[in-house]
């Protein structure tokens, strides 16, 4: 088995040497005074999204779901209001896998989420640092949600989409770009969520942040999707150039082992250097079939060309046998943790099972993939393996996609999962304006090359320049009027328990 790329490792300095007037609590963190703001009004709105191919990934295959859009207001200490959006996919059986659950009631789920995460935040009426708002309202979030029947994953889902928007309404109050802001941490991030960090490591880490200017894209195939001839892997129309490729897996070793050595033979034709992640979903009974798998590709030599370009495997086993779980031996070959990351202590005890990297999504939480890259810093200064990857669900072209390109760029992930640009047609159902106005405010990351304004991919990558702009990473707000209000939840989710 090959070891992992050392492009794919967070690019961070190691944590510097600090005397003891820089010890945490000690003048607020070098003097730094964060920007506080006081919440004025959070609305959610949606928007249908089509795909343009079936996505199957686990158990679940989609053809389309609804796209969130969150806009805030907001009255920042001096400087006056402001208004800042993000958006997100609302995904079904992803954050909530529950096999007696529809499709829908999981996006209901979701939906719950948000609307229990406004009712806390807005009820902090005080001003408040971008950072305390999620701190002060994360607890009673998972709590809140717990007692509806909401699992952690999907009940961080509200605060991560709401963080996202305020942080987005305060960087343009202030005029200041997501990468300027974020390492002169203007949203105020301790490490009050997190006790094995110090605050100073979290301080240092933003400060030494250089943002990468380009991420390459990594293309994933999913389990309907086609393999050989047009259309499959080796399709310079559907690969877009990739160097890298996320290729799911159902969960039986066998069928598993024969589709890899197909992918295999298609990446052994491309003539160019790649690299391959297998994603799970969850789909691994256990460890004894995980093994299975992992003793195929060691010693198989029809699946030669997967082991020697794999890099790690994604989240292999159910969340909660993860949890009981250590990976023994098996940590050798490198794992990450994606669904079991639903809590601050995640990565923390997932390292002590064996798994040496955790992914960064920011419909998880900003702030959670900024602790855990700090982690991962600290953790590696020695020389140890450990790392932050970039994974996708699904970020469509605009505000998606770019916020979460920024904060993979911010924190050192050289690659990245995309999926949007090749399972929804360019910006989809989006308004023809308002793609244009992406376009024009972002050159550099769309295009049109005849069949609509799609993502822009250089040489297998994403740029990343035009996202150094004032707000986080995008100069160009949704059309509000062509949204529609946030659906209201069709099943109380307490009913389902």
Same mark, same amino acid.
Request: aromatic residues 8%; charged residues 25%.
């Given at each position: 088995?090959?070891?992992?790329?050392?492009?794919?490792?967070?690019?961070?300095?190691? *944590?510097?040497?600090?005397?003891?007037?820089?010890k945490p609590g000690h003048d607020d963190l070098h003097r730094t005074r964060f920007v506080r703001l006081k919440l004025r009004d959070i609305a959610f709105f949606e928007r249908p999204v089509q795909f343009a191919r079936p996505f199957r990934f686990?158990?679940?295959?989609?053809?389309?779901?609804?796209?969130?859009?969150?806009?805030?207001?907001?009255?920042?200490?001096?400087?006056?209001?402001?208004?800042?959006?993000?958006?997100?996919?609302?995904v079904p059986?992803?954050?909530?896998?529950?096999?007696?659950?529809?499709?829908?009631?999981?996006?209901?789920?979701?939906?719950?989420?948000?609307?229990?995460?406004?009712?806390l935040y807005l009820a902090r009426t005080g001003f408040l640092t971008a950072f305390d708002l999620h701190a002060d309202c994360i607890g009673a979030q998972i709590a *809140?949600?717990?007692?509806?029947?909401?699992?952690?994953?999907?009940?961080?889902?509200g605060p991560a989409e709401i963080d996202k928007a305020i942080l987005d309404a305060l960087l343009r109050a202030t005029e200041t770009s997501f990468f300027d802001g974020?390492?002169?941490?203007?949203?105020?991030?301790?490490?009050?969520?997190?006790?094995?960090?110090? /605050?100073v490591d979290i301080a240092t880490f933003l400060a030494s942040r250089t943002p990468l200017p380009r991420v390459a894209i990594r293309h994933t195939v999913g389990l309907d999707d086609v393999i050989e001839g047009e259309g499959g892997v080796a399709d310079a129309r559907e690969n877009a150039g990739a160097r890298y490729f996320k290729l799911k897996l159902s969960g039986d070793p066998a069928s598993d082992a024969a589709r890899l050595s197909r992918i295999g033979r298609e990446l052994d034709t491309l003539g160019r250097i790649t690299r391959v992640t297998l994603d799970a979903n969850e789909q691994y009974a256990d460890l004894a079939v995980l093994q299975m798998l992992m003793d195929r590709l060691d010693h198989d030599p029809a699946l030669r060309p997967i082991a020697s370009r794999l890099l790690y495997v994604e989240q292999p086993m159910p969340r909660d046998i993860t949890r009981q779980s250590p990976l023994g031996s098996l940590a050798a070959h490198g794992f990450i943790v994606d669904e079991a990351?639903?809590?601050?202590?995640?990565?923390?005890?997932?390292?002590?099972?064996?798994?040496?990297?955790?992914?960064?999504?920011?419909?998880?939480?900003?702030?959670?993939?900024?602790?855990?890259?700090?982690?991962?810093?600290?953790?590696?200064? /020695?020389?140890a393996r450990f790392f932050v990857t970039g994974e996708d669900l699904t970020c469509q072209a605009g505000l998606a996609v770019q916020q979460d390109l920024a904060l993979g760029a911010f924190i050192? *992930?050289?690659h990245a999962e995309r999926n949007g640009h090749h399972y929804v047609d360019g910006f989809g159902d989006t308004p023809v304006t308002e793609a244009q106005?992406?376009?024009?405010?972002?050159?550099?990351?769309?295009?049109?090359?005849?069949?609509?304004?799609?993502?822009?991919?250089?040489?297998?990558?994403?740029?990343?320049?035009?996202?150094? *702009?004032?707000?986080?990473?995008?100069?160009?707000?949704?059309d509000w009027s062509a949204l529609r209000p946030l659906e209201q939840p069709t099943l109380p989710r307490e009913q389902l328990a």
């Amino acid at each position: 088995m090959a070891g992992l790329d050392p492009a794919i490792h967070v690019l961070l300095r190691a *944590t510097k040497n600090v005397d003891a007037r820089d010890k945490p609590g000690h003048d607020d963190l070098h003097r730094t005074r964060f920007v506080r703001l006081k919440l004025r009004d959070i609305a959610f709105f949606e928007r249908p999204v089509q795909f343009a191919r079936p996505f199957r990934f686990g158990a679940i295959t989609i053809n389309a779901t609804p796209q969130l859009f969150v806009r805030v207001e907001i009255e920042v200490e001096g400087r006056g209001a402001a208004v800042g959006a993000s958006a997100e996919l609302l995904v079904p059986k992803w954050f909530d896998k529950r096999p007696e659950l529809s499709p829908a009631q999981t996006v209901d789920g979701l939906r719950r989420s948000l609307e229990i995460a406004r009712g806390l935040y807005l009820a902090r009426t005080g001003f408040l640092t971008a950072f305390d708002l999620h701190a002060d309202c994360i607890g009673a979030q998972i709590a *809140t949600c717990a007692k509806k029947n909401i699992p952690a994953l999907a009940a961080a889902y509200g605060p991560a989409e709401i963080d996202k928007a305020i942080l987005d309404a305060l960087l343009r109050a202030t005029e200041t770009s997501f990468f300027d802001g974020m390492a002169a941490n203007i949203a105020g991030i301790d490490a009050r969520l997190s006790p094995d960090l110090q /605050g100073v490591d979290i301080a240092t880490f933003l400060a030494s942040r250089t943002p990468l200017p380009r991420v390459a894209i990594r293309h994933t195939v999913g389990l309907d999707d086609v393999i050989e001839g047009e259309g499959g892997v080796a399709d310079a129309r559907e690969n877009a150039g990739a160097r890298y490729f996320k290729l799911k897996l159902s969960g039986d070793p066998a069928s598993d082992a024969a589709r890899l050595s197909r992918i295999g033979r298609e990446l052994d034709t491309l003539g160019r250097i790649t690299r391959v992640t297998l994603d799970a979903n969850e789909q691994y009974a256990d460890l004894a079939v995980l093994q299975m798998l992992m003793d195929r590709l060691d010693h198989d030599p029809a699946l030669r060309p997967i082991a020697s370009r794999l890099l790690y495997v994604e989240q292999p086993m159910p969340r909660d046998i993860t949890r009981q779980s250590p990976l023994g031996s098996l940590a050798a070959h490198g794992f990450i943790v994606d669904e079991a990351d639903d809590s601050y202590d995640a990565f923390p005890l997932a390292r002590a099972l064996g798994y040496c990297g955790i992914s960064s999504k920011s419909c998880k939480g900003l702030y959670k993939s900024i602790v855990n890259a700090t982690r991962a810093a600290k953790w590696g200064a /020695g020389g140890a393996r450990f790392f932050v990857t970039g994974e996708d669900l699904t970020c469509q072209a605009g505000l998606a996609v770019q916020q979460d390109l920024a904060l993979g760029a911010f924190i050192g *992930t050289t690659h990245a999962e995309r999926n949007g640009h090749h399972y929804v047609d360019g910006f989809g159902d989006t308004p023809v304006t308002e793609a244009q106005a992406f376009a024009a405010a972002h050159p550099d990351l769309y295009a049109d090359a005849g069949q609509g304004i799609r993502l822009s991919i250089h040489d297998g990558d994403l740029l990343t320049g035009s996202l150094n *702009t004032v707000g986080f990473a995008t100069a160009v707000h949704p059309d509000w009027s062509a949204l529609r209000p946030l659906e209201q939840p069709t099943l109380p989710r307490e009913q389902l328990a």
